[in-house]
């Protein structure tokens, strides 16, 4: 059984701090998604990572994957308020995604 | 481009009463369709899947039931809530199982 596991649960940065999240995963998996959810919204894909090594930008955000380790971290660069949300991964299972139990970022000044 | 709509958005509803909340997909055909449950403050729980009309598979025992009546709907129902019920469910799509999900707007449910 595929077990997912983020640390860490709750982040509380200043801005302009770096961070990292990581999220492990059990088994043997080649894909390994981000995901990002705001209070009392639905979840918003981020990033998508499809093989050993991929590493995917999108403005403060950063997201890798080593399939070896079975790992990948979300790392922020640079931290604004704006990025306050809770951050999910999840990678692929057998059948299905199994998700992590995401990582809630407080970003205050 | 695809689309997902997921309602009501909210619903308070009594204990003991029925449910039935309702998922459509536009723009794509035969999608992989998921129900998912976030308790308050907590992850997601994985409650149904299918991935054809009238295919469905229970990942977790309870009181719900699934249903895939046209290829672009899934209806999450219950005979009768309880309590526990309460939470954000959450519609889901994919083209394929192990691939990217695009989830719905959501439903908040509190059960009274």
């Known amino acids: 059984e595929l077990k997912v596991e983020q640390n860490p649960l709750f982040l509380s940065m200043q801005e302009e701090k770096n961070y990292t999240i990581y999220c492990n995963y059990s088994t043997t998996s080649d894909r390994l998604y981000w995901y990002r959810q705001d209070p009392g919204k639905s979840l918003e894909s981020l990033f998508v990572l499809l093989s050993n090594g991929a590493v995917k930008q999108e403005g403060r955000l950063m997201a890798s994957l080593d399939t070896k380790a079975r790992l990948s971290t979300l790392h922020i660069t640079a931290a604004v308020h704006d990025l306050s949300a809770t951050y999910f991964c999840?990678?692929?299972?057998?059948?299905?995604?199994?998700f992590g139990k995401g990582t809630m970022l407080l970003v205050s000044p | 481009s695809q689309t997902i709509h997921q309602w009501p958005a909210t619903l308070v509803q009594p204990v003991g009463s029925p449910l039935s909340l309702e998922c459509t997909v536009e723009?794509?055909?035969?999608?992989?369709l998921y129900w998912y449950r976030q308790a308050a403050g907590r992850g997601l729980q994985l409650l149904f899947y299918?991935?054809?009309?009238?295919?469905i598979s229970s990942e977790v025992p309870q009181n719900l039931s699934a249903s895939r009546p046209q290829d672009r709907q899934f209806i999450l129902s219950s005979k009768k809530l309880l309590l526990s019920d309460s939470g954000f469910y959450l519609c889901a799509w994919s083209l394929g199982l192990n691939t990217e999900a695009f989830f719905g707007q959501g439903t908040r449910l509190t059960v009274v």
């Open positions: 299918s991935v054809g009309i009238g295919q």
């Open positions: 999840a990678a692929s299972g057998y059948s299905t995604l199994t």
């Open positions: 723009g794509t055909s035969n999608p992989n």
